[in-house]
T-cell receptor, first 113, second 112 residues
């Protein structure tokens, strides 16, 4: 069965600092991997996705993520965080043969000025 | 123009009541979903429809009944509401690329 672990429940970074949010997945084959962001009171928005090919993927809002098969990880990064990035971030894994996504428990990002 | 819209946004009701949440998408997508987000923000799929046909039905009590009158609409009816049903219910849709979901803003259900 697929599963996703986001080890950090909360992360606080200073505005302008770099960010890395961790995500580890469990899946028997090469999965589809996603990062979504949820602002307070809003639905989730897709930040980026990995299907195949280049293991470093670029997304919206200056985010990127790197797929590391050997570590079963798909960590999200941003070189310089803005106050508007404060939100909750969800990593998700999906099977290649279907639409069912399994989400991690989320990481709340706080940005201090 | 809202891509995926849900109504109502907030719903407060008593235990034992029946309630419905409606969802509409104007993206032309074939697949729609209901996800439940509990108080700990854990998000879990409940149902998925592809072009009005049920394709994913997770272990959900049969008090929950989805209905898709056409591929742009997916409604969720809940009978005999229980305290544990309190959550935020998200509707989503997707096109042909698996996992690329477009979410609505959610419907917060509170059962008293």
């Amino acid at each position: 069965a697929q599963s996703v672990t986001q080890p950090d429940i909360h992360i606080t970074v200073s505005e302008g600092a770099s960010l890395e949010l961790r995500c580890n997945y469990s899946y028997g084959a090469t999965p589809y991997l996603f990062w979504y962001v949820q602002s307070p009171g809003q639905g989730l928005q897709l930040l980026l996705k990995y299907f195949s090919g280049d293991t470093l993927v670029q997304g919206i809002k200056g985010f990127e993520a790197e797929f590391k098969r050997s570590q079963s990880s798909f960590n999200l990064r941003k070189p310089s965080v803005h106050w508007s990035d404060a939100a909750e971030y969800f990593c998700a894994v999906g099977a290649r043969d279907g639409n069912k996504l399994v989400f991690g428990a989320g990481t709340i990002l706080r940005v201090k000025s | 123009d809202t891509a995926v819209s849900q109504t109502p946004k907030y719903l407060v009701t008593q235990m034992g009541n029946d309630k419905s949440i409606k969802c509409e998408q104007n993206l032309g997508h074939d697949t729609m979903y209901w996800y439940k987000q509990d108080s700990k923000k854990f998000l879990k799929i409940m149902f998925s429809y592809n072009n009005k046909e049920l394709i994913i039905n997770e272990t959900v009590p049969n008090r929950f009944s989805p209905k898709s009158p056409d591929k742009a609409h997916l409604n969720l009816h809940i009978n005999s509401l229980e305290l544990g049903d309190s959550a935020v219910y998200f509707c989503a849709s997707s096109s042909t690329r698996p996992g690329e979901l477009f979410f609505g803003e959610g419907s917060r259900l509170t059962v008293l």
